[in-house]
């Protein structure tokens, strides 16, 4: 069933042949590597997905997280997989080999962690949210903290949340009343409550370590006044070892429409005035600390989107190829044989735009997993503040497009299965209920619209911008020079041209008027997802005409399947911005001015 | 919670200011009825649907039908929502009086069946489909078989099925293989199974009838070679008594993503060889006959996505009035009150899009209504005449236009909920889950997509689209005389013209390659769709506009919601049309070239 979960060529084309991570061996963090062990990684990663994440997926909806009143309970399964991914190094991929870790790039760790996605969206979310709360303290903790908690963190002894949600706050974080008093010993008693918070509590691990956001009487007030804080569940000795529990209250459990396997909870902190946390970092800076994390978070959600709409999508076509109704509009014959679904045009085009949504999402993905790695590891300065900027600027699209595309790819899949799809004896209903979360968590779409218009691109006097544009005519000047994409290339160009053209229409509105110049912001976030994603398609065109002259067989099959799919995001999809852009050149204010009294 | 199942402003407006349904009351038929009688009926259906048939939606989505082994069960409050609906008389709303009826028009019928639709579609269900069932041997049974059967199902005594689907044919029925061989008394043995049989067993009624599409041996190969059979659960004397249990047994049910308060069953006929059908009407005219019922029941299928959308869009609005977050961006002051969620402009998008989805929607369902009333009851036959033709052609896109955006509006509502609308404990992933089996039953949109083009707009040498654009051109003209709508009239007008240019394209296209003409048949069925739900804005925006005149305090705001509606609708989703249509005219072949091996 491993073809069910993620097509193997596809990440093997797109890792080493789109976008050359091969290179990364280059540089000394990773000498060790090579192709060969990265693509060992993956196969590692394939094998336990398939044997221990997929075959659960289902009975993990099917059984959520129960509470008896004492502890949160999970099917075994999800604590068996994750001793799996564990026991396998997943969880300190990417950190150095001196603390037992593989020193994998980030492109090759979400690599891997694309095909746990995939296989089992809700089980991989507890060691998701673990990496993020490690990664978070290993930027800003003490030495101490890391002593304390990351070790335990990366061996899984202990797992992790982020926990900023509050009930009457949602996503303005400024309202959170979470709050933080000194106790005078250096700790701080927290009290408050915190909502959906996911894998808030289960029975995984000796310890769950909360990285709480919360206020501190006489700060600033809003975002600024907003600090970080550890709280853990059982409050952790110097030595390691785990003292008495903390008061951190479970006060229930959300019951939602999908990603039902990882718990998500509402968690009550000093209900006996007993809630101990240690700050992390200076006081009011736990906005500005989660932010440090939020690129890799969303792109975290971005390519959990994407994976489960590429598992939708592969399970669609086995389904098309196998399935057989009806007959070609060619054969009148109604006693001729049937014909396997795919075969009709209307199912391709189902099957094509679900294709080009996730495997031009992923290409996304790894882009911008490899600008992580720029970021951190290239051996030129330049390289690396270019690669930050550029990371900052797509992130709201790395998030947003495959929460937009690939769960409509997911949606395809069950109209492809048709009434079957839409039953609970098929796994294409699931997808369609868990891909649904990610518009929403990590910051809603209409969050990363205002993110990108309001801050992104004119952020450094539309410093970031500039760059993306280069970064694409590099790409479009390499199409250029290829016949089969020559059309591509030009009109990836021109419709460059035109958002930049709007950007800089809109950023002059919003000066004057900032509600206006963002009201039209979601558009502006799908119609720069369309050509950014058109880009990553060129892109992919390119490595596939390049390599399809002297291939053979399947795979020369597979790159004329990357050319179609790429002609088809160029044909479809690129041409709905014209009206976008149209529209958000006109200013248009007919949702600014609706007035709520008219509904 | 009235105010959240269906607008009822909206309904009369709808009703009598845009359709003008009261001048029906010049016709004989409805001579005894009035504006008031009728807006009594939707009165007496809002009181059922909120006393009787909302309070139980989540409970039977928590508690789907089950099977002992012996019957299935459904939840108590199904039999008794439906026992004040059959007791108030909705079904035989549109009967004669001397059957019992009400002699209401079709559209009233409809606009009270909108109401209890989006109170609980799942159980609705149960009612529609046995009113199909009797209309169906209305139109064709024999005397005898309207008096054993027709009678009961109106009393509600019995209730009915409609079975079609089977496991190896789904959308190509020319494939189902159940049989039917006369017994030699003028009755059929049928053998055979149906799949996905909605209402196929339940505890609700004395007895079940199904009409079972199977063919009779010898008979015509392909569509052509089925008929139509009357299957009751329990054999029917003549006197109207029940006999012994026929040979029908339940072999399993479905467990839906949603709708999973309607049964669907697995239903096996003759495997004892003792299950007896009655032929009804000539043999080998069973699709036909089908055929006859289709408009009604896609209608049907169209109605009830609009009203869950509905409802949907209903709650996020209550939401987004209730739910107090963050600022509005000229406030930058954070001790600021937080304001309510619909003060964001994106927030008001999002609501906007959705009124527009289900309001533009529901004028399309009781358009294409009244088009079966004048067709049935217009004094004047070419009214009758043309009223059928329109009907014809508009049926795909009042099936799948609701089918899509309607869906979207449910997707939308949780979007407005954020996070709680992804959990159980708010209604509206419940409403997706249900909205998500429109685009499947009763012809996938797909299906529809090759009815509008590859049969409807070209029959009759185009008869049907002349019609179509003579009709728009005069709401057209009407809307160029207010000058409110100038443009969108304009815009309209462009956008047919657009749509005929490429319907010839694609028809002359389609006679050289059918293959060919059809590959893109679901972006035509979204274009065709797009322009005519503008037009019903422009109606809808001409009766505001001359409404508003003279309107005060919440009629003016009624009317200038509508008003910004038709704007919205006008200014971001005709225009998508542009990319459409022009990716038609090109005849682009990408997806029809597209191999299944390149996948």
């Known amino acids: 069933m491993k073809s069910r979960i993620v097509n193997r060529r596809d990440l093997q084309f797109q890792l080493f042949e789109a976008l050359d991570t091969g290179s990364l061996t280059s540089r000394p963090r990773f000498a060790d590597h090579s192709v060969e062990t990265f693509m060992g990684a993956i196969d590692t990663a394939l094998d336990i997905a398939d044997e221990k994440f997929a075959p659960h997926n289902r009975k993990a909806d099917e059984n959520e997280p129960t509470f008896d009143g004492q502890r949160v309970k999970l099917i075994p399964e999800v604590k068996e997989a994750l001793d799996a991914y564990r026991a396998a190094g997943f969880l300190s991929a990417v950190r150095d080999y001196d603390e037992g870790g593989m020193q994998l790039p980030v492109t090759m760790a979400q690599a891997c962690r694309a095909v746990f996605a995939a296989a089992n969206v809700s089980t991989i979310a507890y060691a998701s949210l673990t990496l993020a709360n490690a990664n978070l303290l290993t930027a800003f903790g003490s030495p101490g903290q890391k002593q304390r908690y990351v070790t335990h963190l990366l061996t899984g002894r202990f797992f992790g949340t982020m926990a900023l949600t509050e009930p009457q706050a949602g996503s303005s974080l400024g309202d959170i009343t979470t709050k933080a008093t000194p106790r005078g010993d250096g700790t701080y008693a927290i009290t408050g409550s915190k909502i959906f918070i996911s894998a ?78 240690e700050l992390v970092g200076e006081p009011h800076r736990g906005l500005a600390q989660m932010f440090h994390m939020m690129n890799e978070a969303r792109i975290g959600v971005g390519l959990g989107a994407v994976m489960v709409g590429y598992t939708s999508y592969l399970h669609a076509l086995d389904y098309a190829r196998e399935r057989p109704q009806g007959r070609s509009m060619k054969t009148r014959d109604p006693q001729a044989r049937q014909i396997p679904i795919v075969e009709h045009p209307d199912v391709r085009r189902m099957l094509l735009a679900s294709k080009s949504y996730v495997e031009g999402g992923l290409a996304l993905c790894l882009y911008a997993a490899r600008l992580v790695d720029d970021q951190n590891t290239s051996p030129e ?219």
Chains 1, 2 share one sequence.
């Open 200 to 277: 808030g509590d289960h029975d995984l691990a000796e310890n769950i370590v909360h990285l709480v956001l919360a206020k501190i009487p006489g700060g600033p007030p809003g975002v600024k006044g907003i600090s970080l804080f550890i709280v853990p569940k059982l409050l952790v000795n110097q030595d390691g070892t785990l003292g008495r529990p903390n008061d951190v209250a479970l006060a229930g459990l959300f019951h939602k429409m999908g990603y039902r396997g990882t718990s998500s909870t509402l968690l009550s902190f000093g209900e006996r005035g007993e809630c101990v946390g």
């Open 381 to 599: 300065e330049e390289v690396r503040r270019e690669a930050k900027v550029l990371l900052d600027l797509l992130t709201p699209v790395v998030k947003s497009f495959p929460a937009q595309y690939c769960v409509e790819a997911s949606s395809l899949a069950i109209q492809v299965y048709g009434g079957y799809g839409y039953t609970r004896e098929y796994p294409v209903e699931q997808f369609y209920r868990d891909n649904r979360l990610n518009p929403i968590h990590e910051g809603t779409s209409g969050i990363q619209a205002l993110d990108l218009l309001g801050r992104k691109v004119t952020a450094d006097g539309g410093r970031a911008i500039e760059l993306l544009g280069r970064a694409m005519a590099r790409d479009v000047a390499a199409a250029s020079g290829i016949e089969a994409l020559r059309a591509q290339a030009s009109e990836l160009r021109g419709a460059w041209d035109a958002l930049r053209s709007v950007t800089r229409r809109l950023a002059a509105a919003g000066a004057e008027d900032a509600e206006r110049g963002l009201a039209n912001a979601s558009v502006y976030l799908d119609a720069f997802g369309l050509v950014v994603v058109s880009w990553m398609w060129l892109r992919q065109g390119t490595a596939a005409a390049r390599a399809l002259d002297g291939a053979k067989g399947p795979d020369a099959d597979f790159y004329l399947g990357k050319l179609s799919a790429c002609r088809y995001f160029f044909r479809w999809e690129l041409p709905r911005t014209g009206a976008q852009l149209a529209l958000l050149e006109s200013l248009d204010d007919t949702c600014l001015t609706m007035k709520p009294a008219w509904f």
